[in-house]
């Protein structure tokens, strides 16, 4: 059973950074595809970005391309999203999100298809 951590959620000015991170426990993190999604408020649960099994591959939401970067570094259990040029409208509850999968790809958008969930951490960006 994989569980996982979320931290690094905060208060932001638009324009500013924040760096998630996501530890997982309970297995090999190397196995699992790894993403994080976010929920707006009042608005359903939304693909932000995904890394494959290697973390040769990423994948991202066209709303936060070019200024979001999903990382991994599977020795410490560990995927990131690093958040640059915040924007208001990037406030929400951020989720990580595990897929088993034998695959090497990471082209894995919806909610349905991953296995495992973390309890989420807030991030809000002030205008």
């Known amino acids: 059973q994989e569980r996982l951590v979320e931290s690094g959620g905060g208060l932001v000015q638009a324009g500013g950074s924040l760096r998630l991170s996501c530890v997982a426990t309970g297995g090999t993190s190397s196995d699992y595809v790894m993403a994080w999604f976010r929920r707006p408020p009042g608005k359903d649960r939304e693909f932000v970005a995904s890394?494959?099994?290697?973390?040769?591959?990423?994948y991202y939401a066209d709303s936060v391309k070019g200024r979001f970067t999903i990382s991994r570094d599977n020795e410490k259990n560990t995927v990131y999203l690093q958040m640059n040029s915040l924007k208001p409208e990037d406030t929400a509850v951020y989720y990580c999100?595990?897929?088993?999968?034998?695959?090497?790809?990471?082209?894995?958008?919806?909610?349905?298809?991953?296995?495992?969930w973390g309890q989420g951490t807030q991030v809000t960006v002030s205008s």
């Open positions: 890394i494959s099994r290697s973390g040769g591959r990423t």
């Open positions: 999100a595990a897929k088993i999968t034998q695959y090497y790809t990471g082209d894995y958008y919806s909610i349905e298809e991953y296995d495992y």
